[in-house]
């Protein structure tokens, strides 16, 4: 969802993809924005939501509370998937390889496991006080993931 509005051309889907191509981190307001435009859409058109990478800050965690309110959205789980973080290096370096992605760098990619312990970590710790969060074991096939998410839903 959040990949369709930042590909298709809209003033802020062009501005995050900036952010996006140059590794770096999409900024609150900008990411907030799209997420707000996505979610009204798929309300309106009777559609439920995946939000992969978001939140990733306190203050992103808190504006999707107040845009879930304003939205009416009320049935809302938190699914977390956890693997090692040299895992997630090879794979995401595989996929900057296998399609070109300027931003998949192992470098890039250290730089935002920093970022994410120093930023999203306790975006979990929030979300653990607030809502149900089901963690769940990242590592096997696509299909062994999508059962485990699925039973913890």
């Given at each position: 969802?959040?990949?369709a509005?930042i590909k298709?051309?809209t003033?802020?889907?062009?501005?995050?993809?900036?952010?996006?191509e140059?590794?770096?981190l999409?900024p609150?307001?900008?990411?907030?924005?799209?997420?707000?435009?996505v979610l009204?859409k798929d309300k309106?058109?009777?559609?439920?939501f995946?939000?992969d990478?978001?939140?990733?800050t306190?203050?992103?965690?808190?504006a999707?509370?107040?845009?879930f309110?304003?939205?009416?959205i009320?049935d809302?789980?938190i699914?977390?998937l956890?693997?090692?973080?040299?895992?997630?290096i090879?794979?995401?370096?595989k996929?900057?390889e296998?399609l070109?992605?300027?931003?998949d760098?192992e470098?890039t990619?250290?730089?935002r496991l920093t970022?994410y312990?120093?930023?999203t970590?306790?975006v979990s710790?929030?979300?653990?006080?607030i809502r149900?969060v089901?963690r769940v074991n990242?590592?096997?096939?696509v299909?062994e993931?999508?059962?485990?998410?699925k039973?913890?839903l």
């Amino acid at each position: 969802m959040l990949r369709a509005a930042i590909k298709d051309g809209t003033p802020l889907g062009l501005e995050a993809k900036k952010f996006v191509e140059s590794g770096g981190l999409v900024p609150d307001a900008v990411i907030i924005g799209l997420v707000g435009e996505v979610l009204a859409k798929d309300k309106a058109e009777g559609r439920g939501f995946l939000l992969d990478g978001f939140p990733r800050t306190l203050a992103q965690a808190e504006a999707l509370d107040t845009l879930f309110a304003d939205l009416g959205i009320a049935d809302v789980s938190i699914v977390m998937l956890e693997a090692p973080e040299e895992e997630l290096i090879a794979r995401m370096v595989k996929r900057g390889e296998e399609l070109g992605r300027k931003d998949d760098t192992e470098e890039t990619i250290r730089y935002r496991l920093t970022v994410y312990h120093d930023q999203t970590q306790p975006v979990s710790d929030y979300y653990e006080k607030i809502r149900k969060v089901a963690r769940v074991n990242g590592l096997g096939s696509v299909e062994e993931i999508t059962d485990r998410i699925k039973a913890a839903l």
